[in-house]
């Protein structure tokens, strides 16, 4: 019996070891759908390069197809980036300002 | 003069005051919030199209007083006081929000025996400052009652007592300290290149080329501008803590706090596309931060167990497609952006109550622990499942029109990209909100499942029953606000 | 004088910012952070003074026994001295729900640490 007992906690164990994976939790559906959205946004974003330059758009989509593929639990990645920790938010957050500020002043030094 | 212009603003501020004295004295706090609460909604009706000038400074009227070495000149037109306009969109958002506000206050009344005056004070406060942020004209006036507003979102989470709320409030205070100083110091070089603060004053140098149209002032003005944009509307890199903050309060904060987020993405989208639209990737800028919006915060609400966290990135989400309809900035694409954020007012704010009830009755939101809800109120999830078809956008509801204005003006500008992507995003959304509800309602019931309440406030029920009785009217008769927002958004242009 | 007033202050307005960022973003302790969040509104408050300034400036009073002219040529920019005015009051509040809440925090976790309180502990 005491076999039996070892045998379910450690099941339990696993179980909730799993479960803090997005891939392998109860939501399956929601990491799929996810996954999809994210590999489709990225081509589309892309392909929304051709009002730049039509070969470069090609030679993109083409690229980030492939390297979507190849690291392709995307969602998960994506998610993982998405915590709610302040580190994580704030390095985004200033990111951001930086490359605004940056791209805007440069970029517009030469219109 | 119009006084019913500032009374908009002073109402709110007088009964924020009157509930916070009265705290206490439930009864009396009931009365004098509904009481003051269905006035607003019930003034933005009422009061008729006009400007109000501050201290009586208007720049028509002033000229005849000025020394004649002034008359003629640049300073002899701008404005000395603070300027509040309102026309017909504005009317339209106020009464909308004062809507919700005044339900989610009801809903809070019927689950609560003792209310709090503080609470409710932080309420008022900040419907208060989204009004005048709203009718202002005045891009510093903006900052500082965004400023309160930002404030009294904290203080709905901190009085809403669930877990984690302190941490949740302190990180968005930190983020909101960069975010906030960040846009008074885009307004400080606007200042500096203009000597203004005033929209109109602004747009009338610019157009008339008093100062470069690309100094250095106004071009680093308008990238810290766009930033305390993303901060005070909720888009990417500011999406996790914004939705943070909406799944920490309670259903009916987090229904009052969504609706301040957008008119305040509304209020900084508008003065931002009024003041620099010349400037070339204008509309670029803010295409990219419109897709990250409804990519991650789509994709993240997808991989979420959490209802109110999801219902919470999907509001996220929507606010991408208003963004969207901004940065492809044609006429149609900027009123439907207009008419998805006054759908979005509405929808989300129905389901976070609706979807709420639930918390109200289980005290859990993890949609792993709950099922088989249907069984105690088949009404409300019906109604619950009608405003997600609304979200995800189904006809005949509002979601539907604003969606297909969206998709349309995307179409005709060219972008078919952006049309694709926002229909899959919508078809995500519907997934999303399906599968949840199917986890909350349909499953068989876990057994070991408790119950706090056992029955749902027929107040709560009322509320939604409102709420998209409102989308409904706005899915079958859209021209109601579609006549002011395309006059309005050819106005812009 | 080896550098104008106003150019001075810009410079230390700047650097106050980037000293508030660096500490809001990368100093560990939340009183310290808040300090920095301090240092970012101070700056960013000395900046708008800034913009007001005028070298041999009056205060913008209009009083008995000047001129129009004289006083339009002379007297410092009042507008961002207002607005100053209630962005401090703005910043004080802030910072006052912000030690308000560290307040709360450390007696809920008994640390400071920001990565422990408001880490991806959950």
């Given at each position: 019996?005491?076999f039996?007992?070892?045998?379910?906690?450690?099941?339990?164990?696993l179980?909730?070891?799993?479960?803090k994976?997005?891939?392998?939790?109860?939501?399956?559906?929601?990491a799929?759908?996810?996954?999809?959205?994210?590999?489709?946004s990225l081509?589309?974003?892309?392909?929304?390069?051709r009002?730049i330059?039509?070969?470069?758009?090609?030679?993109?989509?083409?690229l980030?197809a492939?390297?979507?593929?190849?690291?392709m639990?995307?969602?998960?990645k994506?998610?993982?980036?998405?915590?709610?920790?302040?580190?994580?938010?704030?390095?985004?957050i200033?990111?951001?300002?930086?490359?605004?500020?940056?791209?805007?002043?440069w970029?517009?030094k030469?219109? | 003069?119009?006084?019913?212009?500032?009374?908009?603003?002073?109402?709110?501020i007088?009964s924020?005051?009157?509930?916070?004295?009265?705290d206490?004295?439930?009864?009396?706090?009931k009365?004098?919030?509904?009481?003051?609460?269905?006035?607003?909604?019930?003034?933005?009706?009422?009061?008729?199209?006009?400007?109000?000038?501050?201290?009586?400074?208007?720049?028509?009227?002033?000229?005849?007083?000025?020394?004649?070495?002034?008359?003629n000149?640049l300073?002899?037109?701008?404005?000395?006081?603070?300027?509040?306009?309102?026309?017909?969109?504005?009317?339209?958002?106020?009464?909308?929000?004062g809507?919700?506000?005044?339900?989610?206050?009801?809903?809070?009344?019927s689950?609560?025996?003792e209310v709090?005056?503080?609470?409710?004070?932080?309420?008022?406060?900040?419907?208060?400052?989204?009004?005048?942020?709203?009718?202002?004209e005045?891009?510093?006036?903006?900052?500082?009652?965004?400023?309160?507003?930002?404030?009294?979102?904290?203080?709905i989470?901190?009085?809403?007592?669930?877990?984690?709320?302190?941490?949740?409030?302190?990180?968005?205070?930190?983020?909101?300290?960069?975010?906030?100083?960040?846009?008074?110091?885009?307004?400080g070089?606007?200042?500096?290149t203009?000597?203004?603060?005033?929209?109109?004053?602004?747009?009338?140098?610019?157009?008339?080329?008093?100062?470069?149209?690309?100094?250095?002032g106004?071009?680093i003005g308008?990238?810290?501008?766009?930033?305390?944009?993303?901060?005070?509307a909720?888009?990417p890199?500011f999406?996790?803590?914004?939705?943070?903050?909406?799944?920490k309060a309670r259903p009916?904060?987090?229904a009052?706090?969504?609706g301040f987020?957008v008119?305040?993405?509304?209020?900084?989208?508008?003065?931002?596309?009024?003041?620099?639209?010349?400037?070339?990737?204008?509309?670029?800028?803010?295409?990219?931060?419109?897709i990250?919006?409804?990519?991650?915060?789509v994709?993240m609400?997808?991989?979420?167990?959490d209802?109110?966290?999801?219902?919470?990135?999907?509001?996220?989400?929507?606010?991408?497609f208003?963004?969207?309809?901004?940065?492809?900035?044609?006429?149609?694409?900027?009123?439907?952006?207009?008419?998805q954020?006054?759908?979005?007012?509405v929808?989300?704010?129905?389901l976070?109550?609706?979807?709420?009830?639930?918390?109200?009755l289980?005290n859990?939101?993890?949609?792993?622990?709950?099922?088989?809800?249907?069984?105690?109120?088949?009404?409300?999830?019906?109604?619950?499942?009608?405003?997600?078809?609304?979200?995800?956008?189904?006809p005949?509801?509002?979601?539907?029109?604003?969606?297909?204005?969206?998709?349309?003006?995307?179409?005709?500008?060219?972008?078919?990209?952006?049309?694709?992507?926002?229909?899959i995003?919508s078809?995500?959304?519907?997934f999303?909100?399906?599968k949840a509800?199917?986890?909350?309602?349909l499953?068989?019931?876990?057994?070991?499942?408790?119950f706090?309440?056992?029955?749902?406030?027929?107040v709560?029920?009322?509320?939604v029953?409102?709420?998209?009785?409102?989308?409904?009217?706005?899915?079958?008769?859209?021209?109601?606000?579609?006549?002011?927002?395309i006059?309005?958004?050819?106005?812009?242009? | 004088?080896?550098?104008?007033?106003?150019?001075?202050?810009l410079?230390?307005s700047?650097?106050?910012?980037?000293?508030?960022?660096?500490?809001?973003?990368?100093?560990?302790?939340i009183?310290?952070?808040v300090i920095?969040?301090?240092?970012?509104e101070?700056?960013?408050?000395l900046?708008?003074?800034?913009?007001?300034?005028?070298?041999?400036?009056?205060?913008p009073?209009?009083?008995?026994g000047m001129?129009?002219?004289?006083?339009?040529?002379?007297?410092?920019?009042?507008?961002?001295?207002?607005?100053?005015?209630?962005?401090?009051v703005?910043?004080a509040?802030?910072?006052?729900?912000?030690?308000?809440?560290?307040m709360?925090?450390y007696?809920?976790?008994?640390?400071?640490?920001?990565?422990?309180?408001?880490?991806?502990?959950?």
């Open positions: 019996m005491s039996y007992r070892k045998f379910l906690s450690s099941v339990k164990d179980k909730s070891n799993l479960s994976d997005p891939t392998t939790m109860d939501n399956v559906s929601g799929i759908a996810a996954e999809f959205l994210i590999f489709v081509i589309l974003a892309a392909l929304f390069l009002h330059n039509a070969i470069a758009s090609i030679v993109v989509v083409i980030a492939v390297l979507a593929f190849t690291n639990p995307l969602a998960s994506v998610k993982s980036e998405q915590s709610d920790s302040l580190e994580k938010m704030s390095f985004y200033i990111i951001t300002l930086g490359v605004l500020v940056a791209l805007i002043y970029g517009l030469y219109v | 003069m119009n006084y019913l212009i500032p009374l908009l603003v002073v109402i709110p007088l924020a005051l009157i509930v916070n004295i009265f206490g004295k439930d009864k009396t706090v009365a004098i919030s509904l009481v003051l609460g269905i006035l607003v909604p019930i003034i933005a009706i009422c009061a008729t199209v006009g400007v109000q000038y501050f201290g009586g400074h208007n720049p028509s009227l002033l000229t005849s007083s000025l020394p004649a070495n002034l008359v000149t300073v002899a037109g701008y404005n000395t006081g603070i300027v509040y306009a309102f026309a017909n969109i504005e009317r339209i958002f106020i009464f909308l929000m809507i919700v506000a005044f339900l989610a206050i009801l809903t809070y009344f689950e609560k025996k709090s005056g503080p609470y409710l004070y932080l309420i008022f406060m900040g419907l208060a400052s989204v009004i005048a942020l709203l009718l202002s005045d891009i510093f006036n903006m900052y500082v009652f965004f400023e309160i507003t930002a404030l009294t979102q904290v203080g989470i901190v009085a809403s007592s669930t877990e984690d709320n302190y941490e949740i409030a302190l990180k968005y205070l930190i983020l909101g300290a960069i975010g906030g100083p960040m846009l008074l110091l885009g307004i070089f606007i200042l500096g203009i000597g203004s603060v005033n929209i109109a004053d602004i747009i009338f140098v610019i157009s008339n080329k008093f100062v470069q149209p690309y100094s250095p106004l071009v308008f990238a810290l501008i766009l930033f305390g944009w993303l901060y005070s909720g888009l890199p999406h996790t803590i914004k939705s943070a903050v909406y799944s009916n904060g987090s009052i706090l969504q987020s008119l305040c993405m509304l209020a900084f989208g508008i003065a931002m596309y009024k003041i620099f639209a010349y400037i070339p990737y204008f509309n670029t800028a803010i295409i990219v931060f419109a990250l919006a409804m990519v991650l915060g994709a609400s997808a991989m979420e167990v209802f109110r966290r999801m219902i919470a990135f999907l509001a996220v989400g929507e606010l991408g208003i963004a969207l309809g901004f940065g492809i900035g044609t006429q149609m694409s900027i009123a439907a952006a207009l008419f954020a006054a759908n979005e007012i929808i989300t704010a129905m976070f109550i609706g979807f709420g009830s639930v918390y109200y289980t859990t939101s993890d949609t792993r622990k709950l099922g088989g809800l249907i069984g105690i109120d088949s009404k409300m999830a019906i109604m619950v499942l009608l405003g997600g078809w609304a979200l995800a956008g189904v005949p509801f509002n979601g539907f029109q604003s969606k297909l204005m969206l998709v349309q003006a995307a179409l005709d500008a060219g972008y078919t990209e952006l049309a694709i992507l926002a229909i995003v078809v995500v959304i519907f999303t909100f399906v509800f199917h986890n909350v309602y499953q068989p019931k876990p057994s070991e499942l408790k706090v309440h056992d029955k749902i406030p027929k709560t029920v009322f509320a029953a409102i709420l998209l009785i409102i989308c409904l009217v706005l899915g079958i008769c859209p021209n109601i606000v579609t006549d002011v927002f006059p309005f958004a050819g106005g812009l242009i | 004088m080896v550098m104008d007033i106003q150019l001075a202050s410079f230390a700047g650097a106050l910012i980037v000293i508030g960022l660096f500490a809001a973003i990368f100093i560990d302790n009183i310290k952070k920095g969040i301090a240092f970012i101070e700056g960013v408050n900046f708008l003074i800034c913009l007001g300034y005028k070298a041999g400036g009056v205060v009073i209009y009083l008995p001129t129009a002219d004289w006083f339009a040529a002379n007297s410092a920019y009042p507008l961002p001295q207002a607005l100053v005015l209630t962005s401090i703005i910043g509040s802030t910072l006052a729900v912000m030690l308000a809440l560290a709360v925090l007696r809920k976790h008994g640390t400071l640490s920001t990565k422990e309180i408001l880490g991806d502990e959950k």
